[in-house]
């Protein structure tokens, strides 16, 4: 097996263009808009806060992310093929899940983060210094390249006998584990029960969190300081929303829903959307943010 064929978005050549030229769009305005965040906090000395600090790491996933998919859907709009290597393939499911991983990681540290910040504003300096801060982001750089390495072997140890049709404009491990021989693909199975395992456990830490943060929010008596304390928050839990929503309609959905179209547009929605609205989401109703960007 020396190439996987990818689900197409069209068949005729005027709806593969507005396809290229959709997703061009949208890829640049991740870019641009990532970018901006990365460079206001890299310039900005007033940004060099933990929470800043966390953002600044979710973009850098969000363009790796998007960029781990769309480009290669982009030109293979434009060239008229859906072919894709073998090995382009196993580095696409590698990088995706790798970059996924700690992203939802990095969105948990900063639950985290928000927690200290407004539930424990006296020990924050210490608890969430510049060094714990770097081993936090450095921890959930190496869960996310552990969980993405071992899902990629482990799914490309599997015999594949099935064609080599992965019905999804990207490779995605699911659709890859329907070309495989008889039960081989158990073993995989296994591992994504450990991973959502983990995964539960990270949302129930999120969910957690944020059931403390709007206790001790309720609580404050003046309305400016529950407005600068949503403001802090909110943004935060739009991203982890819009994350785990779209992630969680697209791997549990019930089979009597599937259907290759719909597959298409639920994978946009959580590979390729997020990454170009995060920078909206957490540039609207940030006064410090939009400062620096206007600098």
Same mark, same amino acid.
């Given at each position: 097996?020396?190439?996987?064929?990818?689900? #197409?978005? &069209?068949?005729?050549?005027?709806?593969? $263009? %507005? +396809?290229?030229?959709?997703?061009?769009? *949208?890829? !640049?305005?991740?870019?641009?808009?990532?970018?901006?965040?990365?460079?206001?906090?890299?310039?900005?000395?007033?940004?060099?806060?933990?929470?800043?600090?966390?953002?600044?790491?979710?973009?850098?996933?969000?363009?790796?992310?998007?960029?781990?998919?769309?480009?290669?859907?982009?030109?293979?709009?434009?060239?008229?093929?859906?072919?894709?290597?073998?090995?382009?393939?196993?580095?696409?499911?590698?990088?995706?899940?790798?970059?996924?991983?700690?992203?939802?990681?990095?969105?948990?540290?900063?639950?985290?983060?928000?927690?200290?910040?407004?539930?424990?504003?006296?020990?924050?300096?210490?608890?969430?210094?510049?060094?714990?801060?770097?081993?936090?982001?450095?921890? #959930?750089? &190496?869960?996310?390249?552990?969980?993405? $390495? %071992? +899902?990629?072997?482990?799914?490309?140890? *599997?015999? !594949?006998?099935?064609?080599?049709?992965?019905?999804?404009?990207?490779?995605?491990?699911?659709?890859?584990?329907?070309?495989?021989?008889?039960?081989?693909?158990?073993?995989?199975?296994?591992?994504?029960?450990?991973?959502?395992?983990?995964?539960?456990?990270?949302?129930?830490?999120?969910?957690?969190?944020?059931?403390?943060?709007?206790?001790?929010?309720?609580?404050?008596?003046?309305?400016?300081?529950?407005?600068?304390?949503?403001?802090?928050?909110?943004?935060?839990?739009?991203?982890?929303?819009?994350?785990?929503?779209?992630?969680?309609?697209?791997?549990?959905?019930?089979?009597?829903?599937?259907?290759?179209?719909?597959?298409?547009?639920?994978?946009?929605?959580?590979?390729?959307?997020?990454?170009?609205?995060?920078?909206?989401?957490?540039?609207?109703?940030?006064?410090?943010?939009?400062?620096?960007?206007?600098?």
């Amino acid at each position: 097996l020396n190439e996987f064929l990818l689900q #197409a978005f &069209a068949d005729t050549r005027q709806l593969q $263009l %507005l +396809h290229f030229w959709l997703f061009l769009g *949208i890829y !640049l305005a991740a870019l641009l808009g990532n970018g901006l965040i990365i460079t206001a906090v890299a310039c900005n000395h007033r940004l060099h806060t933990p929470m800043y600090f966390f953002l600044l790491n979710l973009s850098l996933l969000d363009l790796g992310t998007i960029s781990t998919t769309v480009p290669k859907s982009m030109a293979n709009s434009l060239s008229n093929t859906r072919a894709i290597s073998y090995w382009e393939c196993a580095a696409q499911v590698f990088y995706f899940y790798f970059l996924v991983s700690t992203e939802y990681c990095v969105l948990t540290v900063m639950a985290y983060d928000r927690y200290v910040a407004i539930c424990k504003p006296l020990h924050y300096g210490t608890t969430m210094s510049s060094r714990a801060c770097v081993k936090m982001a450095a921890a #959930a750089w &190496a869960s996310g390249f552990l969980h993405g $390495l %071992l +899902h990629t072997a482990n799914t490309f140890s *599997i015999p !594949l006998c099935q064609g080599n049709v992965v019905e999804q404009f990207f490779c995605e491990i699911p659709h890859i584990l329907k070309l495989s021989c008889s039960d081989a693909y158990l073993r995989e199975l296994g591992l994504v029960v450990v991973s959502a395992c983990l995964a539960f456990g990270c949302f129930v830490f999120i969910l957690l969190s944020y059931v403390q943060i709007f206790t001790v929010v309720l609580r404050i008596p003046s309305e400016q300081g529950r407005h600068k304390a949503f403001s802090m928050c909110l943004p935060h839990l739009a991203v982890v929303s819009l994350f785990i929503s779209t992630a969680m309609f697209a791997y549990l959905k019930p089979l009597s829903l599937s259907s290759p179209a719909l597959d298409l547009v639920v994978a946009v929605l959580y590979a390729v959307v997020p990454p170009a609205v995060n920078p909206l989401i957490y540039s609207m109703r940030n006064k410090e943010l939009k400062d620096a960007l206007k600098k």
